[in-house]
Nanobody, 114 residues
Framework: QVQLVESGGGLVEPGGSLRLTCKVS????????MRWFRRPPGKEREWVAD???????YYSDSVRGRFTITRDNAGDSLFLQMDNLKPEDTAVYLC????????WGRGTQVTVSS
């Protein structure tokens, strides 16, 4: 059974930083392309970033230069370092695996506000 558990969200002021973690089980993590999505309040889910099994990184235009996606294959974990956060980054952040694209965790809430 595939499980994705996100953590690390919280309330932060504009310009601040947060580091999100996604713990994955039930798949061969090292062989899976992984991605972060987010769901802003009242809006549809949107793609944020990808990291392939070869460690190639891809970002949406809205976060490029501010967010960094990384992975720890030994620990079956995915990370998202978010710097220079803006109020428009407020959302529930979710991770997802290309191996099981229909499986989602509960997400972790990120709120950027002064």
């Amino acid at each position: 059974q595939v499980q994705l558990v996100e953590s690390g969200g919280g309330l932060v002021e504009p310009g601040g930083s947060l580091r999100l973690t996604c713990k994955v089980s039930g798949i061969n993590f090292a062989l899976s392309d992984m991605r972060w999505f987010r769901r802003p309040p009242g809006k549809e889910r949107e793609w944020v970033a990808d990291i392939t099994r070869a460690q190639r990184q891809y970002y949406s235009d809205s976060v490029r230069g501010r967010f960094t996606i990384t992975r720890d294959n030994a620990g079956d974990s995915l990370f998202l370092q978010m710097d220079n956060l803006k109020p428009e980054d407020t959302a529930v952040y979710l991770c997802n695996s290309a191996e099981a694209p229909a499986v989602w965790g509960r997400g972790t809430q990120v709120t950027v506000s002064s």
